[in-house]
């Protein structure tokens, strides 16, 4: 791997840099402590549309920069550092674009990506794989797609739906195969649905931070067309599982509460002098050195991921490795702001008294579903263990 990012990378960073916090002093929008990819602009994103960085790893024929993930995560580190609203396109640009130019037809291809990659108004996606019965076991889903003649008819749950209240299309898991035979992971298959569909309910769930970002997502008797039907049937989860490298190596991983750390660092300094005595100034100082440590290493992780793929390589144990390590930093990271805070951590967002700009009880609350989305902290050792370690199931 070549440790130093090339004239053109650093260009690109500089650029970024100089447009994010162009548009935060600008008041787009603010350092808030949701779930990176919960917070969205459509306006932000037709402004990153422009610059092409949308879609900048996509292949120029679908418009794309033909640049690779390493770019990608040059951008998006740039971005995530500021928390910009990046939700409107995110899953689009990550999973469904790449995936209708693996399995897409060319009506999927031409109909979606040249919206994806310009942030047009009605093209924001979701995810509809979970279920409360599958999740981590994501091949025992039991919503079924039936097919009726050119049409697939759509019946059952799913659970944990991010942003499914306003996103446009949800992508989704479903069983399409009932030969009791079959292993279950050949029994599934992905589909586009819109989310306006008759017989599609949406309810709410509230989080633990108090706030509406997932939801159950109920289908009865959903008609949908098979020009739908992204790739081949009951080859679902084997599609899902090709993208994971890219969702699990994601930068977004390291950075969700990127403010938390940069703050922490701000707080600590400027410390009233004489706090800066005795062993518990020495207890904070070697924890935050201990994160400097942690912080540096997740972000060569991130990277050396982002450049085996961009190898051609299929980085599935080292981009596990990644994920897992990251998001336990990140819940290292509020644990210890916490203590450092005190009792003002809890402190609210908006309130007089808040210690640092940023809400260290939101983002300690958040990180608790850290190590659980997009594969928990078990199911990744699972994968290192195996696929990494060739270890016995
Ligand atoms: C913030 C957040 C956003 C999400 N957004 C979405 C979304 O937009 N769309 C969507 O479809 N889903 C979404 N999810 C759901 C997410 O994908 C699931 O939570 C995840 O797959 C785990 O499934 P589960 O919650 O059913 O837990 P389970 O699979 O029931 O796991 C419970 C516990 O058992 C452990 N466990 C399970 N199996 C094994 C095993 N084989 N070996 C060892 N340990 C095991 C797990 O590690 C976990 O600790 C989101 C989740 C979170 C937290």
Redesign the pocket.
């Given at each position: 791997m070549n440790f130093k990012f090339t004239e053109s990378q650093n260009e690109l960073r500089r650029q970024v840099r100089e447009f994010v916090e162009a548009e935060l002093a600008a008041g787009t929008f603010k350092v808030v402590s949701k779930?990176l990819v919960a917070q969205f602009s459509i306006e932000f994103s037709r402004k990153m549309a422009e610059q092409g960085w949308i879609g900048i790893n996509w292949p120029k024929e679908y418009g794309g920069q033909g640049l690779g993930q390493v770019e990608k995560m040059i951008m998006l580190e740039e971005m995530f550092k500021y928390q910009a609203p990046v939700g409107y396109h995110f899953m689009g640009e990550r999973q469904i674009g790449p995936a209708l130019m693996k399995f897409g037809t060319d009506w999927q291809r031409d109909h979606f990506l040249p919206k994806i990659i310009s942030a047009e108004k009605g093209i924001m996606f979701?995810?509809?794989?979970?279920e409360p019965d599958?999740?981590?076991?994501?091949a025992a889903v039991s919503t079924t797609a039936i097919k009726e003649g050119d049409d697939y008819i759509i019946n059952g749950q799913?659970?944990?739906?991010?942003?499914?209240h306003v996103a446009d299309y949800g992508w989704l898991l479903a069983k399409t195969n009932f030969d009791e035979s079959l292993p279950k992971h050949r029994t599934c298959s992905e589909f586009i649905v819109d989310m306006k569909m008759p017989g599609i309910t949406i309810r709410p769930l509230i989080n633990m931070v108090g706030e509406h970002?997932?939801n159950e997502v109920f289908f009865d008797n959903v008609r949908i067309s098979k020009k739908y039907l992204v790739g081949q049937e009951d080859a679902g989860f084997k599609q899902i599982m090709a993208q994971m490298n890219y969702e699990r190596s994601g930068i977004e991983r390291l950075l969700q509460n990127y403010p938390v750390y940069s703050e922490l660092k701000r707080f600590i300094n400027e410390m009233d002098e004489s706090e800066k005595t005795g062993e518990y100034f020495f207890w904070i100082r070697d924890k935050m050195a201990q994160l400097e440590i942690e912080f540096t290493v997740g972000r060569l992780l991130c990277y050396s991921t982002a450049w085996s793929i961009d190898q051609g390589e299929t980085p599935t144990s080292q981009a596990a490795i990644s994920k897992a390590f990251c998001t336990q930093f990140e819940q290292r990271l509020n644990d210890f702001a916490m203590a450092v805070i005190g009792p003002n951590s809890i402190i609210r967002e908006g309130a007089k008294w808040m210690p640092l700009v940023v809400d260290v009880a939101a983002c300690y609350l958040w990180g608790v579903?850290y190590t659980?989305?997009?594969?928990?902290?078990?199911?990744l050792k699972?994968i290192i263990a195996q696929r990494g370690l060739g270890l016995p199931r």
């Open positions: 779930a979701c995810l509809l794989f979970s599958a999740g981590s076991d994501l799913k659970v944990w739906t991010s942003e499914g970002t997932f579903s659980l989305q997009g594969g928990s902290v078990e199911i699972n």
